[in-house]
């Protein structure tokens, strides 16, 4: 679970994000939008698309295709980021089986409309490496208490609920395709119902930060080390709106290392730890240019 010290740095700077909000309400949107690539990116990676974060750029942004380009793999991306934006547009609303099933019918339209907007049944059984999803009898009804019961609980710390939600609803994959994509895309469902800006889980650190956390869920039922992960990728969204919002210059992380003297490998480890306000864009960490470490 998260430890009083993560809590007290999450809550503090959620305090500040809250207070510049008032001033900069549209500042923030626009770096939610600008996300948006990069969020579709990760996550169409993570299932292994081709696709890279340039391409998804040229997709989103500016309607243009590469050739080689499946159909399918647009598709992804133009749904996956219309998913995105509904959540983005409608922040406030209470998590349940039928908007899930809406985000699920938009992610998959187009691409599978067959399976789209509806979990698994009948003899309709999946099967990651050498995980078997829930026996699709039973999906709707195990979806229905997972949701229900984050809905009630009024007890455990925010980040907490989330991970056990994604790790329980991975473990029972409810559709036939596309639930690695909802399950990510819940989360920051989650966090932004909670006023809280959203995270991106990164493709590039799958294999080591992302993937063997659901063997230990299979294993143990822990859940320890995804709240720990959307812990720091929650201080690292906080980090980034807070410097954009307030910083003088941004500049790589690499450059600032130098200008202080510090091992770029150093600088780089307390950055992943979210020891110094540092985040990434585009893939690239960037820090505030006047930040100063304490000892």
């Given at each position: 679970?998260?430890?009083?010290?993560?809590?007290?740095?999450?809550?503090?700077?959620?305090?500040?994000?809250?207070?510049?909000?008032?001033?900069?309400?549209?500042?923030?949107?626009?770096?939610?939008?600008?996300?948006?690539?990069?969020?579709?990116?990760?996550?169409?990676?993570?299932?292994?698309?081709?696709?890279?974060?340039?391409?998804?750029?040229?997709?989103?942004?500016?309607?243009?295709?590469?050739?080689?380009?499946?159909?399918?793999?647009?598709?992804?991306?133009?749904?996956?980021?219309?998913?995105?934006?509904?959540?983005?547009?409608?922040?406030?609303?209470?998590?349940?089986?039928?908007?899930?099933?809406?985000?699920?019918?938009?992610?998959?339209?187009?691409?599978?409309?067959?399976?789209?907007?509806?979990?698994?049944?009948?003899?309709?059984?999946?099967?990651?490496?050498?995980?078997?999803?829930?026996?699709?009898?039973?999906t709707n009804?195990?979806?229905?208490?997972?949701?229900?019961?984050?809905?009630?609980?009024?007890?455990?710390?925010?980040?907490?609920?989330?991970?056990?939600?994604?790790?329980e609803f991975?473990?029972?994959?409810?559709?036939?395709?596309?639930?690695?994509?909802?399950?990510?895309?819940?989360?920051?469902?989650?966090?932004?119902?909670?006023?809280?800006?959203?995270?991106?889980?990164?493709?590039?650190?799958?294999?080591?930060?992302?993937?063997?956390?659901?063997?230990?869920?299979?294993?143990s039922t822990?859940?320890?080390?995804?709240?720990?992960?959307?812990?720091?990728?929650?201080?690292?969204?906080?980090?980034?709106?807070?410097?954009?919002?307030?910083?003088?210059?941004?500049?790589?992380?690499?450059?600032?290392?130098?200008?202080?003297?510090?091992?770029?490998?150093?600088?780089?480890?307390?950055?992943?730890?979210?020891?110094?306000?540092?985040?990434?864009?585009?893939?690239?960490?960037?820090?505030?240019?006047?930040?100063?470490?304490?000892?």
């Open positions: 679970m998260i430890n009083h010290a993560t809590r007290a740095k999450i809550a503090e700077l959620q305090s500040r994000y809250v207070e510049l909000e008032k001033t900069y309400r549209n500042g923030l949107t626009e770096v939610a939008l600008s996300e948006i690539p990069e969020m579709v990116y990760n996550s169409n990676a993570i299932e292994n698309s081709t696709l890279s974060l340039v391409d998804t750029e040229a997709i989103l942004m500016r309607d243009t295709i590469r050739k080689d380009v499946s159909v399918r793999e647009v598709y992804e991306a133009k749904n996956l980021a219309k998913v995105i934006q509904i959540i983005m547009d409608k922040p406030d609303r209470n998590l349940s089986i039928e908007y899930i099933l809406e985000l699920h019918k938009v992610l998959l339209a187009d691409i599978n409309d067959r399976v789209a907007g509806r979990f698994r049944s009948g003899d309709e059984w999946v099967r990651v490496g050498g995980h078997i999803g829930a026996n699709p009898d039973f009804s195990l979806v229905g208490d997972l949701v229900r019961n984050y809905n009630v609980d009024a007890e455990s710390y925010f980040l907490d609920k989330i991970a056990h939600f994604h790790a991975e473990t029972i994959h409810p559709f036939c395709d596309g639930n690695g994509r909802i399950g990510r895309v819940l989360i920051n469902q989650q966090l932004s119902h909670l006023h809280y800006p959203p995270i991106i889980i990164r493709n590039k650190s799958k294999y080591e930060k992302y993937y063997p956390l659901f063997d230990e869920y299979s294993a822990r859940y320890d080390g995804f709240a720990e992960l959307f812990a720091k990728l929650l201080m690292e969204s906080l980090h980034k709106r807070i410097a954009i919002l307030t910083s003088r210059k941004l500049i790589p992380l690499s450059d600032w290392a130098t200008k202080n003297n510090i091992q770029p490998n150093v600088a780089l480890n307390r950055a992943a730890r979210q020891t110094i306000p540092a985040f990434r864009m585009s893939e690239k960490w960037v820090i505030d240019a006047d930040y100063q470490m304490t000892v």
